[in-house]
């Protein structure tokens, strides 16, 4: 079974930049399908990115493209998402998931209800 651990979190002012980890410390990554999700106070929780481990494809949905990157170093068992130009709405708890196999089309992969393996999140806030 997978364990999953975020990191990186915090506080930053518009414009800032941060960089969230997603560590495996039980089990591995390979060919899996890796997502990041966040969750503001009184919204549902949405995929923002998702990486194929296998392939290396990225999914992103659309209020971030441009904006956040996300990437994997497989001999780290590590998930990153690079996140640039904050704004303040970019502000939520931060969760990392997964699931075995390919991810699919970019709504499947920012699906919430497909992941199975969850991290405990991590809090990110941006100030105007």
């Known amino acids: 079974q997978v364990q999953l651990v975020e990191s990186g979190g915090g506080s930053v002012q518009a414009g800032g930049s941060l960089r969230l980890s997603c560590t495996a410390s039980?089990?591995?990554?390979?060919?899996?399908?890796v997502g990041w999700f966040r969750q503001a106070p009184g919204k549902e929780r949405e995929g923002v990115a998702g990486?194929?481990?296998?392939?290396?494809?990225?999914y992103y949905t659309d209020s971030v493209k441009g904006r956040f990157t996300i990437s994997r170093d497989s001999a780290k068992s590590t998930v990153y998402l690079q996140m640039n130009s904050l704004k303040p709405e970019d502000t939520a708890i931060y969760y990392c998931?997964?699931?075995?196999?390919?991810?699919?089309?970019?709504?499947?992969?920012?699906?919430?209800?497909?992941?199975?393996?969850w991290g405990q999140g991590t809090q990110v806030t941006v100030s105007s």
């Open positions: 998931a997964a699931i075995p196999g390919v991810c699919g089309s970019t709504t499947q992969t920012l699906a919430v209800k497909r992941y199975n393996y």
């Open positions: 039980r089990g591995t990554y390979s060919n899996s399908c």
């Open positions: 990486i194929s481990t296998f392939t290396g494809a990225t």
